[in-house]
């Protein structure tokens, strides 16, 4: 008995070993880039447009909210404080359910909500009604991140991943240069009501965009394997190669998929997700075992300086410009400032793939230039220069968290990918909580220490240049996993 199962086992040996392994990556890389990763990249852009009008919106409906309800600065301030907490609830909901039960409507529900209540918010007649309204908002806007890297990048191949993530903040950041524009002809127009227009027209793209991704109910491959169901996984890489013109039976078949999955899932076959608390703790504390503990780490304190530097560089830049621009270019300036970011986002998809650059250098020069920059418009107080150096800071910072949503979601397997993303949202709304109350200071000490926000600003991302060191993994072109590594 024990050499008829040894024999049997060294079988299976052998057809394991003489089989090809065909892995999803090779699907993809063998299906290219097409017209349906066109339709999934439209998705996350119009995605992400609804979480960059957020950020856009505190920006612009800062003054007349505060004169609308007689508020100073740190008064209003309680609101993006509070925002960081619901983003934090929003993140670590709407990302669980996203590894646990599927890319399709946590994304859909996220951006419903994000398009229902901001329009609801326009029509708020009191300051409590108002602030209630927001901060549902800002629950669905803090899950956005957490599933939309990972919804794009499941679908692309290895080669173009760098690339198109980047072009999909390209896509935001129109949506937010729009927004700009559409406030700064708004709110000055119509004195009274400007801000409740202004609101109304950021809830139209993202009641469109939930309308659009629960009528493309099309599940991740990598997830439908996670989960054991490869024939659903199959059935979606033909659909995918029907739309790319490309014959997938040409390539590899079902059977060699079977036997790549078994190879590299010895469990997916057994077991299936039900979404209870033992299998999400795992998920998270995985992130603090080897062999991500480190990374993990590195990645969270990365996350909290950029975040906390690119909200409260944003949050009240028509404060701090107060003092050196007329009050009719207030919102003008940022708004050049916004569309510097655009060419910064293109020129990082350029060299983000590039051999000698890659993710983590990329990251490196991007921190270390915002931080130049910031020093500068913070020692050199002219117009022309402030100007100059501001459309020079946002070049360099906007490309900082696509890079780390890309890295991010190449470095972890597909089993946790959504959750590391929520884990790195944590502690960034964690430490964003009091940013708005440090940067409302900074905005009413500006008049008397103007190079004190530029100097502050700078040592933020300084810092990020320095933690940048300790990544030491480069994902660039390099096999996505779909599974922790057992102990």
């Excluded at 392994?21 to 995605?47: A, E, K, Y």
């Excluded at 990972?150 to 949506?175: D, H, W, Y």
């Excluded at 027209?201 to 997830?223: C, V």
């Excluded at 795992?282 to 304190?301: C, D, G, Q, S």
Aim: with cysteine.
């Amino acid at each position: 008995v024990a050499c008829e199962t040894m024999e049997k086992k060294c079988s299976v040996h052998r057809e394991s070993v003489q089989a090809p392994v065909v892995t999803v990556d090779h699907v993809l890389n063998f299906i290219g880039l097409g017209r349906f990763q066109l339709l999934v990249f439209l998705l996350g852009s119009m995605g992400y447009v609804s979480f960059g009008l957020e950020d856009v919106t505190f920006t612009f409906i800062n003054t007349p909210i505060r004169d609308r309800w007689n508020m100073s600065d740190l008064r209003f301030s309680a609101l993006p404080a509070m925002t960081s907490v619901s983003n934090l609830v929003g993140a670590v909901v709407f990302g669980s359910l996203t590894d646990l039960y599927g890319r399709v409507w946590p994304f859909g529900l996220c951006i419903a909500m994000v398009g229902v209540f901001t329009l609801a918010s326009a029509f708020a007649g009191s300051w409590p009604v108002f602030f209630a309204l927001r901060l549902t908002v800002s629950v669905a806007t803090g899950g956005i991140p957490t599933f939309i890297f990972p919804s794009l990048i499941e679908f692309l191949p290895t080669k173009n991943r760098g690339q198109v993530a980047s072009l999909v903040k390209v896509i935001q950041m129109c949506g937010s240069c729009i927004a700009t524009g559409v406030a700064w002809w708004l709110i000055p127009s119509y004195p009274d009501k400007g801000w409740r227009y202004f609101v109304i027209a950021i809830a139209i793209p993202s009641l469109f965009t939930a309308t659009l991704r629960l009528a493309f109910w099309i599940e991740s491959p990598r997830f439908l394997i996670n989960r054991g169901e490869v024939d659903r996984a199959w059935k979606v890489l033909n659909i995918v190669a029907w739309v790319n013109g490309k014959d997938l039976s040409s390539f590899t078949s079902k059977e060699e998929l079977q036997l790549s999955v078994k190879q590299s899932h010895p469990t997916c076959a057994k077991q299936t997700l039900k979404g209870t608390l033992y299998d999400l703790f795992w998920k998270y504390a995985n992130l603090f075992r080897r062999p991500y503990f480190r990374t993990t780490v590195t990645l969270i304190l990365i996350n909290i300086c950029t975040e906390s530097g690119d909200y409260g560089s944003t949050l009240f830049l028509p404060n701090i410009l107060k003092p050196l621009v007329p009050e009719r270019y207030l919102y003008f300036l940022p708004l050049v400032a916004l569309f510097a970011r655009i060419p910064g986002l293109l020129f990082m998809s350029i060299i983000i793939e590039w051999p000698e650059v890659g993710r983590i250098r990329s990251l490196k020069l991007f921190a270390f230039f915002t931080a130049i920059f910031l020093l500068l418009s913070g020692l050199v107080r002219t117009p022309v220069a402030t100007s100059v150096f501001l459309i020079l800071v946002y070049f360099n910072m906007e490309p900082l968290t696509p890079i780390q949503n890309t890295y991010i979601s190449e470095f972890y397997p597909t089993e946790v990918r959504s959750v590391a993303l929520v884990v790195m949202g944590i502690f960034s709304n964690i430490a964003m909580i009091g940013t708005p109350f440090g940067n409302g200071y900074i905005a009413d000490v500006a008049p008397k220490l103007p190079w004190l926000f530029g100097v502050v600003m700078s040592v933020v991302y300084f810092v990020t240049f320095a933690l940048c060191f300790l990544l030491n993994k480069e994902t660039r072109e390099v096999f996505l996993t779909d599974n922790v590594p057992q102990s």
